[in-house]
């Protein structure tokens, strides 16, 4: 199977209570992780390992996050807490999966991330 999905910053909580100046960036600190959650779920699921020739695009949020959540689900990958079972229908770090298989579009950049990216 072949294709390619793609997710936006998802709306997640919208929750009203916050006004004035901290609205929006208490938002964007939020809203963000709904749309990335499915990065996860898709790897520990085994979702590419199933079907390696598909793509997909997370986009229209920040891509500062990518390198401490790589970090992160490769610690919890090779926790030795975790399942055999899992290493069997997920045999590659999650980084591995990410790099082969996903692709992320920064819409929201700040000039510091620009130059990281």
């Keep these: 199977m072949r294709g390619t999905l793609s997710t936006h910053a998802g709306l997640g909580d919208v929750d009203d209570r916050f006004t004035g100046s901290a ?3 208490v938002y964007l600190m939020e809203v963000s992780w709904f749309g990335r959650r499915a990065v996860w779920h898709f790897i520990f699921s085994g ?9 997909y695009v997370v986009t ?9 959540t790589l970090a992160e689900m490769d610690s919890v990958y090779l926790s030795p807490y975790m399942s055999k079972e899992l290493r069997k229908s997920v045999p590659r770090k999650p980084s591995e999966y990410f790099r082969r298989n996903f692709f992320t579009g920064g819409s929201f950049l700040s000039r510091e991330e620009a130059h990281w990216a």
């Design 60 to 68: 229209e949020q920040f891509s500062d996050w990518v390198p401490a």
């Design 47 to 55: 979702v590419f390992e199933r079907f390696p020739g598909l793509k």
């Design 23 to 25: 609205q929006n960036p």
